[in-house]
């Protein structure tokens, strides 16, 4: 708007500097002063110049003001030298008055408008002195004072407007950017994996989700049936017949089933489809997470019942196992009883322990510090024939969690690694290994172990409730270690031991995520 004011102050000059130079010079020196008019079109060509190269872009309203009344004097000027209302001088004025006030806002732009009427109202009533017919034009310079005020108003109030239906039009723009960074947002932190395939298959769209499930990164307009054959074939299928459930596949030879659902994004020549990845590993390990929340509530209320019982039959097999007059055979049969109601009562114990967890109390934790404690702590205790050895890197490790469950899962790991090692090795022996993660930075806790390690078969059922590779175990150790890490924003996994055994590994998160 600025811009476009300087151009109009050029185009005005330049129009009456060529209007002096032409033919109508002549009607020139019938105005009240012609030098003077000549010599002031001149003036206000030069000072409109000057301004446009020099004036720059107006931040602050002083000098818009200081401007437009520059602009305003000398027109007046010019008017005076014109001759009055008759000069036509006085419609640019008003021009001016309504050039400015889209500039200024409120008393500035009406104080514009006034100095405009006042010089066209004053300076007609001094040349009605200096020349008779200018007395004639009180009526015509009254109107111009009007039309001035009147401009102001109306400009003032379309500016207004404006400037309204353009914060709300900003403001819509910036809602609706918000809104698709919150979408964004939420597509790449959904736990189900998306996927958007054109026509031709090819991606144009995937999120965090869909990018673990395949393993792989997957460039956006690559062909899907690059990375998953058989996930093309799904969706052939399910083209033919909609209402067709498909079956679960796997995405990558050592991932989860994959449940894929799809849906049709619209009807033209570029058709896209909505894909959508279900991890069913998840959602087994949620129904089984219900499953042992459910008993463990039954146990809660039955344990009463069923301990007093076991209490009884352990008492009565000790005090039988006491008498004399048993032979071995009969012996070893108690021995059974005892066994094995000390492995239930274990389960019921665990199961309890389940249902009445005591919620997670993190706390800033120096894990060097707890790491080398509970070394020392454990070896005072352990068995001559058992061996841990710890290994911690330089620099700070930090993270929030509850100590006690921490020293809970870690003890569980370390007594499975020891009995594992044990199998194969008349010294059993687990390192523990802490330092950060290089590619994430988070701190992480190995558990190795130097044992037969565990079958590719059995390894997608270890963290499973009620599991177990033992004859005398209860299957809850290592899920119940699992839950206690997720519990404190840690995570607990398998991976391959260095040493041709196991690996248990416990990431934790950044201490300053949790806080």
Known sequence: MLRLYHLYRLVIGISLVLLISSDMDNRLLELADGQLFRLGSWLYLLFNLLVALTFGNANRSAKVFSLSAADIILLAGLFYAGGGTASGIGNLMIASVAMSNLLLRGRLGLL??????????????????????????????????????????????????????????????????????????????????????DALHRVQL??????????????????????????????????????????????????????????????????????????????????????????????????????????????????LQESEALNDPDRRLVQIILDQSKRM?????????????????????????????????????????HRLHAKVADGPIETRMDPHHLTQVVTNLVQNGLRYSGLNHTQAQVWLKLALEPATGLPVLD?????????????????????????????????????LCEGNRAHLDYRPGTRGGSCMRITFAHAQRQA
């Open 447 to 483: 558990v190795i172990d130097d044992g037969p390690g565990i079958a590719p078969e059995k390894l997608q059922h270890i963290f499973e409730p009620f599991f177990t590779t033992e004859t005398k175990g209860t299957g809850l150790g290592l899920y119940i270690s699992r839950e």
């Open 112 to 197: 514009i408008a006034a100095l405009a009427s006042i010089g066209i109202i004053y300076l007609t009533f001094y040349l009605s002195f200096t020349r008779g017919a200018a007395a004639n034009d009180y009526v015509q310079a009254g109107s111009l004072g009007v039309l001035c005020f009147a401009v102001a108003l109306i400009v003032q109030g379309l500016s207004h407007l404006l400037r309204t239906s353009e914060n709300l039009a900003e403001q819509r723009a910036s809602d609706v950017t918000n809104l698709e960074e919150l979408n964004a947002l939420i597509l790449q932190r959904m736990r189900t994996g998306i996927l958007v395939l």
């Open 206 to 319: 995937v999120n965090q989700s869909a990018l673990a499930l395949f393993g792989r990164p997957i460039f956006s307009g690559q062909p899907v049936s690059v990375h998953a054959p058989d996930l093309v074939e799904r969706l052939l299928q399910w083209q033919v017949n909609p209402a067709l459930r498909v079956n679960s596949i796997k995405l990558r030879a050592d991932g989860p089933p994959v449940q894929v659902s799809f849906i049709g994004l619209s009807r033209t020549a570029g058709q896209q489809t909505l894909v959508f990845l279900e991890d069913l590993s998840q959602i087994a390990q949620q129904a089984q997470q219900l499953k042992l929340a459910a008993l463990g509530r039954l146990t809660a209320g039955i344990a009463h019942e069923v301990r007093n019982p076991l209490g009884a039959i352990s008492h009565a097999g000790q005090l």
């Open 345 to 385: 009562n274990l389960v019921i114990e665990n199961v309890l322990q389940l249902s009445r967890r005591r919620p997670a109390q993190p706390q800033m934790l120096d894990l060097k510090t707890w790491l080398l404690a509970f070394v020392e702590e454990f070896k005072a205790t352990a068995p001559s024939h």
